[in-house]
């Protein structure tokens, strides 16, 4: 059974940093991509980032340079780095994975198509 699971959410003022983190389990990791999407109250989910099978990294341009997803395949772990936050990030973060996404071209995948989720864990960023 594959399940993904988020921790990591918490309040912060504007310029901090918070480290989200996704437990996976139930697929071989390093086979599958993973990406962090957001919803923002009254808006739809919005990729973040994606890290591909192969390592490839793929970055919302409005977190480009703020944002650092990586992967820890001993612990079965996704995390998302942000630095420099903004009201305008918060949102629900969730994570998602899928054995086999299409290929965008170098630019992030939809949110459907990718059909395992967490329940996401909520950011919220103060001016």
């Known amino acids: 059974q594959v399940t993904v699971v988020e921790s990591g959410g918490g309040s912060v003022q504007a310029g901090g940093s918070l480290t989200l983190s996704c437990a996976a389990s139930?697929?071989?990791?390093?086979?599958?991509?993973m990406a962090w999407f957001r919803q923002a109250p009254g808006k739809g989910r919005e990729g973040v980032a994606q890290?591909?099978?192969?390592?490839?990294?793929v970055y919302a341009d409005s977190v480009k340079g703020r944002f650092t997803i990586s992967k820890d395949s001993a612990k079965n772990t996704l995390f998302l780095q942000m630095n420099s936050l903004r009201p305008e990030d918060t949102a629900m973060y969730y994570c998602?994975?899928?054995?086999?996404?299409?290929?965008?071209?170098?630019?992030?995948?939809?949110?459907?198509?990718?059909?395992?989720w967490g329940q996401g864990t909520g950011v919220t960023v103060s001016s």
């Open positions: 998602a994975a899928e054995r086999f996404i299409r290929y965008y071209g170098g630019r992030l995948a939809q949110a459907t198509d990718f059909g395992y």
């Open positions: 139930g697929f071989t990791f390093d086979d599958w991509p």
């Open positions: 890290i591909d099978d192969d390592g490839t990294t």
